[in-house]
């Protein structure tokens, strides 16, 4: 924030909060500023700080009409960068009830901190993010977040009918919601399923109705998202099993910068061909991610992996006979 701006809001506070009514022309007399440049400070206290601010037309001055203080103004200019490149990334999942907020905060960090570098106020030109579309109707999708949120932030359970894409029906469950995670898109919510009692992840995208239950549950000390999924490709679950891909000298390099599963191991052929070692409890979604590659992938093992591909292959040239 700028210095000066920083010292003029300050000064203002303090004067009130010590009632000393403060009036317009005796603060821009004290700064050597406009009259219209305090009472733009004045507008940003009440607007944008949500101060109880209001004018005391008996003391000619202002004051609060309950207890406020004012938060430390101790940005850097990194800080502001990383707010709103955070804002603009959570632009882009609208579904999410906490991005009217995460606005609302980014607008009132760039007014604290009177950010005015052109670098700043078109951050957005030069960094971006591709992010996968929204699966499933906004509508839908927000509301089963909102209450899904809700019941985690609280600590009670939900109850959903879920349409389960597997048995091509729906049914009833009442879940204690531990989780929700985005994948590709695709928002999902984790927790204990009491019909199943286990654990699983519900698509909510699936999820046709769903409200708070006034049930409260306690939520597992030890339980991770990351040690949840840690077999998982994505966020399917399975038994996990040993896997053995190979890709071609030309596409090798490509998929050698990245590492694409934690249990990922990988051996340098004499033809310049990598081969990528998982163990991994989710095949659908591996042969889904194989698949992309074209020829330029093959399966080694298992073999029961090796006739998934097989099928699904043969069932891809079906489409084009």
Same mark, same amino acid.
């Given at each position: ?37 305090? !009472?733009?400070? $004045?507008?940003?206290?009440?607007? /944008?700080? #949500?101060?109880? %601010?209001? +004018?005391?037309?008996?003391? =000619? *001055? ?83 977040? !909102?209450?899904? $949120?809700?019941?985690?932030?609280? /600590?009670? #359970?939900?109850? %959903?009918? +879920?349409?389960?894409?597997? =048995? *091509? ?153």
């Amino acid at each position: 924030m700028e210095k000066l701006k920083m010292e003029r809001l300050y000064h203002i506070h303090r004067s009130i909060s010590m009632g000393n009514y403060p009036a317009v022309k005796r603060l821009a007399e004290r700064f050597e500023v406009s009259r219209r440049t305090i !009472e733009r400070d $004045l507008e940003f206290l009440r607007d /944008r700080m #949500n101060a109880p %601010l209001r +004018y005391n037309s008996q003391r =000619r *001055g202002y004051e609060y009409t309950d207890d406020f203080e004012l938060p430390p103004f101790n940005f850097s200019e990194e800080e502001v960068v990383a707010t709103i490149l955070a804002a603009r990334l959570l632009r882009q999942y609208s579904e999410l009830p906490l991005q009217t907020h995460a606005e609302l905060m980014t607008d009132k960090l760039v007014h604290l901190a009177n950010v005015t570098p052109p670098e700043f106020e078109q951050v957005g030109r030069y960094i971006s993010f591709d992010l996968a579309s929204l699966r499933g109707n906004e509508g839908q999708v927000r509301e089963a977040l !909102e209450v899904s $949120l809700k019941a985690i932030q609280h /600590r009670v #359970n939900v109850h %959903l009918e +879920y349409f389960g894409a597997y =048995r *091509g029906q729906a049914s009833e469950r009442k879940v204690s919601p531990y989780h929700v995670r985005n994948k590709d898109g695709a928002w999902y919510l984790i927790g204990y399923c009491h019909m199943r009692e286990d654990i699983r992840t519900f698509a909510l995208d699936r999820i046709i109705r769903i409200g708070l239950v006034n049930e409260s549950f306690t939520y597992p000390e030890d339980f991770s998202v990351e040690n949840y999924l840690a077999d998982s490709w994505g966020i399917e679950k399975g038994k996990p099993g040993r896997m053995v891909i190979r890709f071609s000298k030309e596409e090798a390099p490509w998929v050698d910068n990245r590492v694409w599963h934690p249990s990922q191991k990988k051996k340098w052929e004499e033809d310049g061909s990598l081969i990528l070692e998982f163990s991994v409890g989710s095949f659908n979604e591996v042969l889904r991610w194989v698949l992309q590659f074209g020829s330029s992938a093959e399966i080694i093992e298992p073999e029961s992996f090796r006739e998934m591909a097989t099928v699904e292959i043969g069932k891809m040239l079906e489409n084009y006979e």
